[in-house]
C-alpha cells in the first residue's frame, strides 16, 4: 500500500500581517505553482482570497469576487494540491458543532490539515476586509473595518486549515476558513456557518513548505513584537 503524505505550503505568516505588512511579495503565478487549493489575501490586505480548482477568487469588501490576475501579488497565502484522505457527509450541524467533531473522530488536533466542505448551507455569515492604502495599519484596526455578508439557503464551498495552537503567528490557531457561493454571488472569511447537507474531506499535512518574502526589505526590517501576537491575530481572525 502506497504510503499516505501530503504538502501544505505558505507564502508569508499571519504574523507579519499584525504590524501591517500588507504589501504583496509574491505573484498570483508563482504562488499557483504550489496548489490548487487554498486561502489569503491580496497586496494591501485586498479582501479575501479563495483559490478553487487552481482558479483565485478575490471577495472585496464591496461584495464583489472577482479572479486574480497572475501578475497581482499577495502578502500572505496558503496553498495545496487536493490529495483527501478522509470523507464523509454531515448535516444539520453549526460551524463549532462540525469543527469539534472532527477532532473528536480523527487523531489531527497536533497537525496542520485541510478542510473542504461542499453542499448546501441555511446560514452563511462572512467578512471581507477593505484595500488598504500607505501608511499600513496594524491587522486589528482593520479589522475593525471589515464588511460583513450574510445568506441564507445558498451552496457553496468552504476551504480552509486548521493549525495546531502551538503554530499561533505562523499561522491561525484553530480554524481559517474561507468561503464561496457556487453563483459567486458571495464569499469570505467565514464567521460562523450552519450546514444543511454537505461533504467534508481532510487533508493532514505530513509536510509543511514555509517560504519567506525575501528580497522585500521591509519585512527584513520590521520589528516583529510577539508579546500580545495571539491575541492580536484572535481579535484579527474573530475567533472567541
Given at each position: 500500500m502506497?504510503?499516505?503524505?501530503?504538502?501544505?505550503y505558505?507564502?508569508?505568516t499571519?504574523?507579519?500581517?499584525?504590524?501591517?505588512?500588507?504589501?504583496g511579495?509574491?505573484?498570483?503565478?508563482?504562488?499557483?505553482?504550489?496548489g490548487?487549493?487554498?486561502?489569503?489575501t491580496?497586496?494591501?490586505?485586498?479582501?479575501?482570497?479563495?483559490l478553487?480548482d487552481?482558479?483565485p477568487y478575490?471577495?472585496q469588501?464591496?461584495?464583489?469576487v472577482?479572479?486574480?490576475k497572475?501578475?497581482?501579488?499577495?502578502?500572505?497565502?496558503t496553498?495545496h494540491f487536493?490529495?483527501?484522505k478522509d470523507t464523509?457527509?454531515?448535516?444539520?450541524?453549526?460551524?463549532?458543532?462540525l469543527?469539534?467533531?472532527?477532532?473528536?473522530?480523527?487523531?489531527?488536533?497536533n497537525l496542520?490539515?485541510?478542510?473542504?466542505?461542499t453542499?448546501?448551507?441555511s446560514k452563511v455569515?462572512?467578512?471581507?476586509?477593505?484595500?488598504q492604502?500607505?501608511?499600513y495599519?496594524t491587522?486589528?484596526?482593520?479589522?475593525?473595518?471589515?464588511?460583513?455578508?450574510d445568506?441564507?439557503a445558498i451552496?457553496?464551498?468552504?476551504?480552509g486549515?486548521?493549525?495546531?495552537?502551538?503554530?499561533?503567528g505562523?499561522?491561525?490557531a484553530?480554524?481559517?476558513?474561507?468561503f464561496?457561493?457556487?453563483?459567486?454571488?458571495?464569499?469570505?472569511?467565514?464567521l460562523d456557518?450552519?450546514?444543511?447537507?454537505?461533504t467534508?474531506q481532510?487533508?493532514?499535512?505530513a509536510?509543511?513548505?514555509?517560504?519567506?518574502p525575501?528580497?522585500?526589505?521591509?519585512?527584513?526590517?520590521k520589528?516583529?513584537?510577539?508579546?500580545?501576537?495571539?491575541?492580536?491575530i484572535?481579535q484579527?481572525?474573530?475567533?472567541?
Open positions: 502506497e504510503k499516505y503524505e501530503s504538502q501544505v505558505q507564502h508569508g499571519l504574523g507579519m500581517l499584525v504590524p501591517g505588512l500588507f504589501e511579495t509574491l505573484t498570483v503565478a508563482e504562488l499557483l505553482e504550489h490548487e487549493l487554498g486561502i489569503g491580496a497586496s494591501g490586505l485586498d479582501g479575501e482570497m479563495v478553487l487552481h482558479t478575490l471577495v469588501s464591496t461584495g464583489e472577482r479572479i486574480l497572475p501578475e497581482e501579488k499577495v502578502p500572505f497565502a496553498v487536493e490529495q483527501a464523509f457527509t454531515a448535516s444539520a450541524l453549526t460551524q463549532k458543532q469543527g469539534e467533531q472532527i477532532l473528536a473522530n480523527y487523531p489531527y488536533k496542520f490539515f485541510a478542510v473542504k466542505i453542499g448546501r448551507f455569515k462572512t467578512r471581507a476586509v477593505e484595500k492604502t500607505r501608511p495599519k491587522l486589528t484596526q482593520v479589522a475593525d473595518e471589515q464588511a460583513l455578508f445568506a441564507e451552496t457553496g464551498t468552504v476551504i486549515y486548521f493549525a495546531p495552537e502551538m503554530f499561533q505562523m499561522a491561525a484553530g480554524y481559517h476558513l474561507h464561496l457561493a457556487d453563483d459567486k454571488s458571495m464569499g469570505g472569511h467565514l456557518f450552519e450546514l444543511d447537507q454537505a467534508v481532510l487533508q493532514p499535512f509536510t509543511i513548505e514555509q517560504h519567506f525575501m528580497a522585500d526589505q521591509e519585512f527584513l526590517e520589528d516583529l513584537a510577539i508579546a500580545d501576537l495571539h491575541a492580536q484572535k484579527a481572525e474573530g475567533q472567541n
